[in-house]
Nanobody, 124 residues
Framework: QVQLVESGGGLVQAGGSLKLSCAAS????????MAWFRQIPGKERELIAT????????YYTDSVKDRFTISRDNAKNTVLLQMNNLNPEDTAVYYC?????????????????WGKGTLVTVSA
């Protein structure tokens, strides 16, 4: 059983930056692909970035490519999401997820463990 706890969300102005962190405990962190999703109320949870077990490959959805960077530290059981040049459309609850389906584009149902999310609000 893996527990995930996100942190780092908050209110930021358009053009600003935030760094989200997801701390894992209770399992073997390094055996999972890690992903960040986000969800706007009333909409489906959306995959935005994924990283492989040894950080050899990453995936980004088009809307965040070149602005967001996913990284992980297996020694610290942590996955990060650096978000730059934020815009109001990035406002959402951000969730990290752990998956043992070794795909760079996991579906929501492929994620075995979820954090509770952290809210990011970008003002115009």
């Amino acid at each position: 059983q893996v527990q995930l706890v996100e942190s780092g969300g908050g209110l930021v102005q358009a053009g600003g930056s935030l760094k989200l962190s997801c701390a894992a405990s209770g399992g073997t962190f390094s055996q999972y692909y890690m992903a960040w999703f986000r969800q706007i109320p009333g909409k489906e949870r959306e995959l935005i970035a994924t990283i492989t077990r040894k950080s050899t490959s990453t995936y980004y959805t088009d809307s965040v490519k070149d602005r967001f960077t996913i990284s992980r530290d297996n020694a610290k059981n942590t996955v990060l999401l650096q978000m730059n040049n934020l815009n109001p459309e990035d406002t959402a609850v951000y969730y990290c997820g752990a998956s043992s389906f070794f795909t760079l584009q996991p579906e929501v149902q492929d994620v075995h463990y979820w954090g509770k999310g952290t809210l990011v609000t970008v003002s115009a």
